[in-house]
């Protein structure tokens, strides 16, 4: 199965390094992406928005054969529930890593721009739950890794226009929130999470036992963790 990798906001095809071999070592084919844009200038990158970040993800199912699994990290989430809209008879299954499936026209936050694009906020931006399980170590290796997104992306409304989307099996690994909080959200439907509600086949991994330290990135935390997750999810 060809299995494409979209990193979330200011990472890179490298943010699957630790995750992508375990994958391929099960017979899967791994395409992790790096999305247009990143670590580019203000000149070079100020026009693009999350619609080309759609795209370059709709340009790699169709240059490959077959089905394909979608995996988005964090705002990767957004870039790959635009790209199923886009080919739901070419994907076999969406899985979103910490993240939830956005309803048409929803975003993924606002984060400060400087000099025209948004850098690394600093891991002090977020909230200690999204971070306890990344050690000092860790932390500085993926801030000094960290690239820039244009300014548009973070912003940018996502264009949804095929229901057939929601039923493309689908399944969420969390780390940061609760499986149980998950189902109520699912039971209690706000518009935000609309389309979490509508997805007619939804798995849910929970990362983290309720005394585990949680985070955000489970890709540099935990890898084999993430992978042994992504291939039950395929299997």
Do not use: C
Not at 82 to 110: H, K
Not at 181 to 193: G, K, N, S, T, V
Request: net charge negative.
């Amino acid at each position: 199965m060809h299995i494409i990798l979209v990193p979330g906001l200011w990472l890179d095809a490298a943010t699957w390094g630790e995750v992508a071999p375990a994958l391929e070592a099960a017979g899967h084919r791994t395409h992790p992406l790096t999305m247009p844009g990143v670590g580019a200038p203000a000149s070079e990158s100020a026009d693009i928005g999350i619609a080309d970040w759609v795209a370059a993800t709709v340009a790699e199912i169709d240059r490959l054969d077959g089905q394909v699994v979608l995996v988005g990290h964090s705002g990767g989430g957004n870039v790959v529930y635009g790209a199923l809209d886009a080919r739901p008879d070419r994907v076999a299954r969406v899985v979103f890593l910490d993240t939830f499936p956005p309803s048409d026209g929803g975003s993924i936050w606002e984060f400060p721009v400087v000099e025209g694009v948004i850098p690394f906020p600093g891991w002090d931006f977020f909230d200690e739950p999204e971070i306890a399980d990344l050690d000092p170590a860790t932390r500085a290796d993926v801030a000094a890794r960290a690239k820039s997104v244009p300014a548009r992306v973070p912003t940018d409304a996502v264009k949804l226009t095929d229901e057939r989307r929601r039923a493309v099996p689908a399944t969420m690994i969390t780390s940061t929130v609760p499986e149980a909080e998950i189902r109520e959200y699912i039971r209690q439907a706000p518009a935000w999470a609309a389309e979490l509600a509508a997805l007619e086949n939804l798995d849910i991994v929970q990362l983290n036992a309720a005394d585990e330290k949680t985070g955000h990135w489970p890709q540099f935390s935990q890898p084999g963790a993430v992978a042994e997750a992504i291939l039950r999810a395929i299997d």
